[in-house]
């Protein structure tokens, strides 16, 4: 019974593409993120929702959406994709005491 | 904007040595979490520190909350490999809406 899942693990595609990460967690947690990690390691947040509503938007190009059809899921669309968007893409969840529960990692490599 | 800066950046250790890693924010926290991300997986909570010079130990691994509530630190004792991975702190502002910070983190090779 995974908590937090990713679609898809590896995601490899051509510049311009346009492409979809998904993301669900069954901890029933009102608060869901999407960070970037980059090659160096360093994690950077670039989204939160809580409860379906955007509360945090830190400077990400327009390229990037988030989505939450719901509290349990919270889905990234990446237009145009550029070559500095490889990546590795973590989904996280977060329970009210703030501790945070992250998703396998979505590896993204743009050609 | 706030920014959590780890030292050192990496780490070799021979197994059974001692290791620490110290995590420092450029402003006050609420509290502050550690994450210990093995290579090629991804961050996974270890704990929380909320109160002023708060000192938390899970077997080996002793956190400290700084008095000022600015700075923490993550020591091993007695190094294993598999303690091999990067430790992440993550510091959360007061009043933020559960916004969290993570540091630069500290990537720990431990040599057998």
């Known amino acids: 019974d995974t908590a937090v899942s990713q679609t898809p693990k590896y995601l490899v595609t051509q510049m311009g593409n346009d492409k979809s990460i998904k993301c669900e967690q069954n901890l029933g947690h009102d608060t869901m993120y999407w960070y970037k990690q980059d090659s160096k390691k360093f994690l950077k947040i670039m989204f939160s929702y809580n409860n379906k509503e955007l509360i945090i938007n830190e400077t990400v190009p327009n390229r990037f959406s988030p989505k939450s059809p719901d509290k349990a899921h919270l889905n990234l669309h990446i237009n145009s994709l550029e070559l500095g968007d490889s990546a590795v893409y973590f989904c996280a969840s977060s329970s009210l005491r703030g501790e945070q529960f992250f998703g396998p990692g979505t590896r993204l490599t743009v050609l | 904007g706030q920014q959590v800066m780890q030292i050192p950046q990496y780490q070799h250790v021979q197994e059974g040595e001692d290791f620490t890693t110290y995590c420092n924010s450029s402003t006050t926290l609420s509290n502050i979490q550690w994450y210990k991300q093995r290579p090629g997986g991804h961050p996974v909570f270890l704990i929380q520190?909320?109160?002023?010079?708060e000192v938390k130990k899970q077997k080996r691994l002793t956190f400290q909350f700084g008095e000022a509530k600015k700075n923490s630190s993550l020591h091993i004792t007695a190094t294993q490999t598999t303690d091999v991975g990067t430790y992440f702190c993550?510091?959360?502002?007061?009043?933020?809406?559960?916004?969290?910070?993570f540091g630069t983190g500290t990537k720990l090779q431990v040599i057998p």
């Open positions: 993550a510091g959360q502002r007061p009043g933020g809406y559960q916004k969290v910070t």
């Open positions: 520190l909320v109160k002023s010079g």
